[in-house]
């Protein structure tokens, strides 16, 4: 009986299947674990992850305009009067996010040729352009006017003005038929006749400290004059963006880590150096768009590009191996963040498609970035882990614990302009998988693993 038990159990038990090891199996091409994904986008995959987004902002910022008392709707723009509100939608129409948000979309018109992304932003300027002389005249009789309109007529920071400016240029430079030269010369008059200074003429603030420069306002400020450079065909602006530029790297850009520090206090004898990662995005943002316009023969154009190159490496160094970049650029205890992830997507993705930086070092960290972005973006079209607005420190608790909130407008522009860079990316070189890694080439190649002469250069 012994005996048949055991012949039972040997024909009841399955043949154990056969060991893996380096000898029966290609171990190098087992497919790694990626915790949010890997590899060479599609351009239609892009496209739908945008669309997704704009579908959403779409319906979160109505141009309308309603009586704040009756909650009606105010069609008749003579109708305006104290009481008539922008209606409230998730998002601002006029706030600085916005104007980022602006200048995304219309990059996504250009790289997509849909006319979705153009309709958005055409709408919102012209009905902005159309609604502010009827506000302008209540405002000259009553100050108590919606804030938000009391920006566009009567700006008080860069925050009011630059980056709406800016993108209110753009579009004007597309379509003159926009409407929107009064406005443009509103927000430039501030940005370049009233903002405070230090006395060497810096962008600068009073908050927290007396002659504080912030970061944030080599976005804020600076693009704007570069674009009136090729606004009014006036080279005198070309000139004083390069000079705000190099001024700001002068006292914020820390060489050894290739990193700006977020602020910078005239009176202090040390300068703590607190690398906030979307700080460091208006920054890299900022030298982009300068360079987008200044002419090729300007004298200190070479200066603005080494600059950014030396970012470039300082922020690639620094990406967490899931494509995002922290919240404290060098402090790898603080959490990931979306949306200086997002502004460093399109910059990397920009800068190689300008032929600033180089393709095969750069491509793989914008494709990996695009992944981390694309998985912050959640099927309702919101953009999540993305921080709030945020003031200055000088101590990494501050930035440590700042909140995330997918209402923090901050997120939506940046994840909108980085996939339009990606798509111009994406058809202009040519990724491929090569052994299991992202690889960018600038021709053609086969799948097969390519084959190289002595010298290094590809043979096809």
């Keep these: ?6 012949a039972l159990m040997m024909v009841a038990t399955p043949v154990m299947a056969q060991q893996v090891n380096d000898s029966n199996t290609p171990l190098h091409l087992m ?36 009586n704040g008392k009756t909650g009606e709707e105010v069609t008749k723009w003579k109708q305006i009067d104290a009481d008539t509100k922008l209606k409230p939608g998730g998002f601002r ?29 055409y709408g919102r300027m012209k009905f902005l352009a159309q609604i502010a002389p009827y506000y302008k005249k209540v405002y000259e009789k009553n100050k108590a006017i919606d804030g938000n309109v009391r920006r566009v007529l009567e700006p008080h920071a860069l925050d009011d003005c630059g980056a709406i400016c800016l993108a209110m240029i753009k579009a004007s430079l597309k379509d003159k038929t926009l409407g929107l030269n009064d406005l443009i010369a509103n927000y430039s008059d501030y940005v370049l006749n009233k903002e405070y200074r230090l006395s060497d003429g810096t962008f600068a603030r009073i908050r927290p400290q007396y002659n504080t420069l912030w970061l944030d306002d080599m976005f804020m400020g600076i693009p704007t004059v570069a674009y009136m450079g090729k606004y009014t065909g006036d080279a005198k602006y070309y000139d004083e963006a390069v000079k705000q530029v190099l001024q700001f790297a002068q006292r914020m850009f820390v060489k050894e880590k290739g990193l700006f520090r977020h602020g910078w206090v005239e009176s202090m004898t040390d300068h703590p150096a607190f690398h906030w990662g979307r700080a460091n995005g208006w920054a890299i943002l900022t030298m982009c768009e300068v360079l987008d316009v200044l002419p090729e023969n300007h004298p200190k154009r070479g200066e603005v590009v080494e600059l950014l190159r030396a970012h470039v490496r300082g922020l690639a160094a620094l990406q967490h191996h899931d494509g995002f970049w922290h919240q404290l650029l060098d402090r790898n205890d603080t ?69 995330v909130h997918v209402m923090a407008a901050h997120g939506y522009g940046p994840v909108i302009w980085a996939g339009a860079e990606m798509i111009n990316l994406l058809k202009r070189q040519h990724p491929k998988s090569n052994d299991s890694a992202v690889q960018f080439y600038d021709q053609e190649i086969s799948t097969d693993a390519p084959i190289f002469n002595v010298d290094g250069s590809m043979k096809f």
């Design 93 to 121: 129409l006029t706030s600085y996010e916005w104007g980022v948000t602006y200048s995304g979309v219309l990059a996504a018109y250009e790289a997509t040729g849909d006319d979705a992304y153009r309709d958005y932003v």
């Design 335 to 403: 959490y990931l963040e979306a949306s200086a992830t997002a502004i460093y997507a399109y910059c990397f993705a920009h800068a190689i498609n300008k032929g600033w930086i180089d393709a095969k070092a750069y491509g793989p960290v914008a494709q990996l970035a695009w992944h981390a972005v694309e998985s912050s973006v959640n099927e309702k079209g919101q953009v999540e882990n993305v921080c709030v607005g945020t003031g200055m420190g000088f101590d990494p608790s501050f930035y440590a614990y700042r909140p």
């Design 31 to 66: 497919r790694p674990a990626y915790r949010i994904g890997y590899g060479v986008s599609s351009v239609e995959q892009v496209k739908q992850t945008m669309d997704r987004v704009l579908k959403y902002i779409d319906s979160e910022t109505p141009a309308k305009l309603i």
């Design 1 to 6: 009986m012994k005996t048949l038990a055991v």
